[in-house]
């Protein structure tokens, strides 16, 4: 697992209270040894250097390469994410641990670390805190409760666009709205937009421009001719008026 060298210089306090980042300060300086490093290596170097730091500013934790269902992202996914092509990553990737600015960690994210509490303060309300009553309770311990997030396995794909392709492109789909938090909370509306596809290369191909272009909703891809039209609701005037 991949995670950026001294992340906290990488965010200030206008990003610390963001919930989601969407930019990135970085320094406008190449005077320092380690860009000078990778600039010595080339522009498609500092270019991957730049991507991995933006992918790495909307992970959770921040700054930690992982995928928004916890795996870690592989030259593969970041090529995927960033539309740089792997080979550029895979070449990049180890001038960039060279130069310290990456550094390669246990496959596993770091977990949030809860404040520590004495045994002073075990069981004591903190100060100016109301205790909420029963009913309260239980309303912040179903507002907690976590719903399980939709999965390829969970949809229902027809058996025609079933292929590895496009279900490693539904997977990224999947991954690539969780990361803006924009995460399906049923399935069923994406199972709805899949039956509309006949083709698995044309699913595939749409999905990756969708997410190349940034986009909110799942958007077809130019060339892309195979989806199913949309029903349109007719509406039929009355004889009298048609013919009045």
């Known amino acids: 697992m991949y ?11 206008r990003t610390r209270n963001m919930q989601e980042m969407r930019w990135v300060p970085i320094p406008n300086r190449f005077d320092g040894d380690q860009i000078g490093e ?3 290596h080339g522009a498609a170097v500092y270019g991957v250097w730049v991507a991995v730091l933006l992918v790495a500013s909307r992970c959770d934790p921040r700054g930690v390469l992982t ?18 092509p792997q080979k550029e990553i895979e070449k990049a990737l180890p001038i960039i641990i060279t130069a310290g600015l990456l550094e390669i960690c246990d496959n596993q994210a770091p977990e949030r ?11 004591q309300a903190p100060a100016g805190f109301r205790r909420p009553t029963d009913y309260g309770i239980e ?11 939709v999965t390829v396995d969970s949809l229902t794909i027809p058996d025609s666009i079933k292929t590895p392709d496009a279900l490693e492109a539904l997977s990224d789909w999947l991954d690539y709205k969780r990361s803006r938090r924009e995460g399906y909370k ?4 994406l199972n709805g937009l899949l039956k509309t596809y006949s083709d698995p290369e044309t699913l595939a191909r749409d999905i990756r421009h969708s997410i190349g272009s940034g986009y909110k909703g799942l ?18 005037m009355p004889a009298t008026e048609a013919t009045a």
């Open 3 to 13: 995670k950026i060298a001294n992340w906290d210089g990488y965010e200030n306090h």
């Open 38 to 40: 990778i600039i010595d």
């Open 67 to 84: 995928r928004a269902d916890g795996e870690p992202h592989t030259p593969k996914t970041l090529a995927r994410r960033t539309r740089i």
């Open 113 to 123: 670390q809860a404040p520590a509490v004495t045994e002073a303060q075990e069981g």
């Open 139 to 149: 309303r912040i311990e179903r507002k907690e409760r976590k719903k399980e997030p």
């Open 186 to 189: 049923k399935a069923g509306h």
């Open 219 to 236: 958007i077809t891809a130019p060339g892309s001719s195979n989806r199913q039209p949309a029903k349109k609701q007719i509406f039929k």
